[in-house]
Nanobody, 122 residues
């Protein structure tokens, strides 16, 4: 079964940047959508970003709170998906996960990984 390992989290001051990485054990991201999610303290896991491939190229979607600050990308040769996070805010704090969704806020194809903790201090 394909699994994912997330990394790149850490403690950063507000306004700072982090780049998260997600490596899959198989080539699932080459043919399917890739997504990043986060679980903030005391809240449910939510979709943050999604990348899909269309006939005219890749398409991306972001939750409103991160638009203009986060960028999702992937490297098919490395079976890796990235989340570049800029201008971080304390409300971005949480555990970040990646997966391959069937759509926005819908079922995912793989077991959840351990995630990577992002903490943004004010």
């Amino acid at each position: 079964q394909v699994q994912v390992v997330e990394s790149g989290g850490g403690l950063v001051q507000a306004g700072g940047s982090l780049r998260l990485s997600c490596v899959a054990s198989g080539s699932i991201f080459r043919l399917n959508a890739a997504g990043w999610y986060r679980r903030a303290p005391g809240k449910q896991r939510e979709s943050v970003a999604m990348l899909t491939s269309g006939t005219t190229g890749d398409n991306t979607k972001y939750t409103e709170a991160v638009k203009g600050r986060f960028t999702i990308s992937r490297d098919d040769a490395k079976n890796t998906v990235y989340l570049q996070m800029n201008s971080l805010k304390p409300e971005d704090t949480g555990v970040y996960y990646c997966n391959s969704p069937t759509g926005w806020d819908t079922l995912v194809r793989m077991p959840w990984g351990q995630g990577t903790q992002v903490t943004v201090s004010s």
